[in-house]
């Protein structure tokens, strides 16, 4: 079975700074990536996603990520972060054997410092 | 722009009562979904829908609930008998088609309280 990790539940960062999201997926074959941020009191909201192809992403709101099958990692980044990036930050994976689940990761949850 | 709703934002109920969570997923997608969000816990994956059956469930989706699409709108999880564990946040997602790379539209969740 497929598990997404997701190392630090709570990340702070001053605004301007570079914003550093980290993901790691168990999988022999890679899945399809995504990343969704939660703000309060609303439904979960695709930032970007990796299925095939080019292994850097680019999603909404500047934020990117990279797809390295030699670390299964997808890490996400922002360059320069915005009080607005305050949120809650999901990574999920899809296997890669017919299913349509999308398993999680814990979240992290992102602080922006002024 | 199309969304996902849910109704109703909070319920409450006492244990071993029967719940229905509703959802109207956007109107042209044919794939629908249930997560649900325990406390401090991670968003996990329900049931999915499509063709009025379903097409993929996990463990915890046992005899206790049930999904149907009553109408051509709406998307419902029941609960026959809810347990305190069943509180949660339980997240409606749709998408267009079949293609596994789609996207998953979320609505903003029923929170559930069991008490």
Redesign the interface.
């Known amino acids: 079975a497929q598990s997404v990790t997701q190392l630090g539940s709570h990340v702070s960062v001053s605004e301007g700074a570079l914003v550093l999201l980290r993901c790691n997926y168990s999988s022999s074959v890679p899945p399809?990536l995504f990343w969704?941020v939660q703000y309060p009191?609303?439904?979960?909201?695709?930032l970007l996603?990796y299925?095939t192809g080019a292994t850097l992403v680019k999603g909404i709101n500047g934020f990117e990520a990279e797809f390295k099958k030699s670390e299964t990692s997808f890490h996400l980044t922002k360059p320069s972060a915005h009080m607005s990036d305050a949120a809650e930050y999901?990574c999920?994976v899809?296997e890669d054997t017919?299913?349509?689940?999308?398993?999680?990761?814990?979240?992290t949850r992102l602080q922006v410092q002024p | 722009e199309p969304e996902v709703t849910q109704t109703p934002s909070h319920q409450v109920t006492q244990m071993g009562q029967e719940v229905i969570l509703r959802c109207v997923p956007i109107s042209n997608h044919l794939y629908f979904y249930w997560y649900r969000q325990i406390l401090g816990q991670k968003v996990e994956f329900l049931v999915s829908f499509y063709n009025n059956e379903i097409s993929e469930k996990s463990e915890i989706f046992d005899d206790q609930f049930s999904v149907e699409r009553p109408d051509g709108s709406n998307f419902t999880l029941k609960i026959r008998s809810t347990k305190l564990e069943d509180s949660a946040m339980y997240f409606c997602a749709s998408s267009e088609n079949s293609d596994r790379r789609n996207e998953q539209f979320f609505g903003p969740g029923t929170r559930l309280t069991v008490l």
């Open positions: 399809y969704y009191n609303q439904g979960l909201q695709l996603k299925t999901f999920a899809i017919g299913r349509r689940a999308l398993t999680f990761g814990s979240g």
